[in-house]
Every structure is written in structure tokens, then in C-alpha cells.
């Protein structure tokens, strides 16, 4: 049971390993605090009602583009227990290692898959000329210093931490986060919308 639980629920599964997450692209984030605890804050007439470690998390995140190169911020809310956000890696082609091409440029075969609460990715596997290509997912934890997906969350986790232990508040993360690439402008705006609602929809949230 626990084989199946780790190979159903580990990491890998939710992210396409032929995909390099410093690529040129908006992503859908999801990060969840550790146990669902409502550290953020609550809800009040359908309107997010930020706690000491809220404000910290929602002005961090801002903040994300004053320390990383070539990065911009879509949507964002905090909500009780996670924060929902779109980060759009751009013009990345200063990196030697990264192709630098737009994610419709791309081939790249996924499906949504129910993970927690978000919309992530699982891939399937494709016809591929390089070994390389598929399983360059799984060295998304290598890119320290970059800006992959991985490394700019991460830091951004590290942050609110510190802070809000500094401060003396007691606060964690969950360790995982989830991720979804936005394909279209279609998918750009069903989610912007769906990250502006989120407060008026907490009575629907499964992590309520």
C-alpha cells in the first residue's frame, strides 16, 4: 500500500519529464501549507481577510521579480491554508542551456491529473530521439540559481518561512507544490478567473 501510495503521489508524477521547467512559459502554482492549517487567514463575506503570516506570503510573493531575472507575475491570492498564483518565465534565452522556445513551440503531450487541490500535469511517455529529452523533468531540482519553476518557488517557500518564524509566528509548508503549464490565452483567462474567485468560492474548496 505504501509503494502504491508513493508511486501514485510522489513528485515525478506530476510533472511531464520531457519538459524543462526554466522554459519560456506561464505556469499555474498552487502551494499548500503543511496539514492544511489556516495560517493565512479566513475568509469573511467571501473576501480573504489576511493573518500576520498572510500579509507576509502575499508581499513576498510580489517581491518575487525584484530577485529573479526575466520573470513576471500574473494573477495571485492567498487564501487560508495556500496561495494560488501565475508565474511567467520569460526571455530566457540568456541560459546556455535552455532553448529559449515558447511553450507552443514545443511538442509536448500532457493531460490534467487530480492532485490535492490544483490543476497539475502527469505526462505520457512520447516517441523521442533523446533520452535526454525524456526525463529532463526530473532535473528540474538541479537548476539552483536558475530560474526554473523549481528554483523560484522554492525560494519564495524559504522566504515566508523565515520571516514568520523571525517574527515568531508558528508556520509551514507543505513540501510539495503543484504545477500546471497555461497552453492559450483561453486557459490564461479561465484560470486568472478561477484564482480572482477563489475567496467568494471557499464554501466549495476542498480544503476547507
Same mark, same amino acid.
Given at each position: 500500500?505504501?509503494?502504491?501510495? #508513493?508511486?501514485?503521489?510522489?513528485?515525478?508524477?506530476? =510533472?511531464?519529464?520531457?519538459?524543462?521547467? $526554466?522554459?519560456?512559459? %506561464?505556469?499555474?502554482?498552487?502551494?499548500?501549507?503543511?496539514? $492544511? !492549517?489556516?495560517?493565512?487567514?479566513?475568509? #469573511?463575506?467571501?473576501?480573504?481577510?489576511?493573518?500576520?503570516?498572510?500579509?507576509? @506570503?502575499?508581499?513576498?510573493?510580489?517581491?518575487?521579480?525584484?530577485? +529573479?531575472?526575466?520573470?513576471?507575475?500574473? !494573477?495571485?491570492?492567498?487564501? %487560508?491554508?495556500?496561495?494560488?498564483?501565475?508565474?511567467?518565465? *520569460?526571455?530566457?534565452?540568456?541560459?546556455?542551456?535552455?532553448?529559449? =522556445? &515558447?511553450?507552443?513551440? $514545443?511538442?509536448?503531450? !500532457?493531460?490534467?491529473?487530480?492532485?490535492?487541490?490544483?490543476? +497539475?500535469?502527469?505526462?505520457?511517455?512520447?516517441?523521442? %530521439? +533523446? +533520452?535526454?529529452?525524456?526525463?529532463?523533468?526530473?532535473? /528540474?531540482? #538541479?537548476?539552483?540559481?536558475?530560474?526554473?519553476?523549481?528554483?523560484?518557488?522554492?525560494?519564495?517557500?524559504?522566504?515566508?518561512?523565515?520571516?514568520?518564524?523571525?517574527?515568531?509566528?508558528?508556520?509551514?509548508? #507543505?513540501? $510539495?507544490?503543484?504545477?500546471?503549464?497555461?497552453?492559450? &490565452?483561453? !486557459?490564461?483567462? /479561465?484560470?486568472?478567473?478561477?484564482?480572482? *474567485? &477563489? %475567496? @467568494?468560492?471557499?464554501?466549495?474548496?476542498?480544503? /476547507?
Amino acid at each position: 500500500m505504501t509503494d502504491k501510495f #508513493q508511486n501514485k503521489y510522489r513528485i515525478e508524477s506530476t =510533472r511531464l519529464q520531457n519538459w524543462d521547467y $526554466r522554459w519560456n512559459a %506561464p505556469y499555474f502554482i498552487t502551494i499548500c501549507t503543511k496539514d $492544511r !492549517e489556516h495560517y493565512f487567514g479566513k475568509i #469573511q463575506n467571501n473576501k480573504m481577510e489576511l493573518s500576520s503570516t498572510g500579509v507576509i @506570503a502575499d508581499i513576498l510573493w510580489q517581491e518575487i521579480t525584484n530577485h +529573479s531575472h526575466n520573470i513576471e507575475l500574473g !494573477e495571485f491570492v492567498v487564501m %487560508p491554508n495556500h496561495v494560488h498564483g501565475i508565474l511567467i518565465l *520569460n526571455d530566457c534565452t540568456n541560459d546556455s542551456d535552455v532553448d529559449g =522556445r &515558447n511553450v507552443d513551440e $514545443r511538442n509536448v503531450d !500532457e493531460r490534467n491529473v487530480e492532485t490535492g487541490h490544483a490543476l +497539475s500535469l502527469q505526462s505520457q511517455q512520447q516517441s523521442m %530521439p +533523446s +533520452s535526454d529529452n525524456q526525463t529532463i523533468g526530473k532535473n /528540474r531540482f #538541479q537548476n539552483i540559481g536558475k530560474n526554473s519553476v523549481s528554483s523560484v518557488i522554492g525560494s519564495y517557500k524559504s522566504a515566508v518561512t523565515k520571516h514568520a518564524h523571525r517574527l515568531g509566528y508558528k508556520f509551514a509548508w #507543505q513540501t $510539495r507544490f503543484y504545477d500546471h503549464i497555461i497552453r492559450d &490565452n483561453a !486557459e490564461h483567462h /479561465r484560470i486568472a478567473n478561477y484564482i480572482n *474567485n &477563489n %475567496p @467568494a468560492n471557499w464554501g466549495k474548496d476542498k480544503f /476547507r
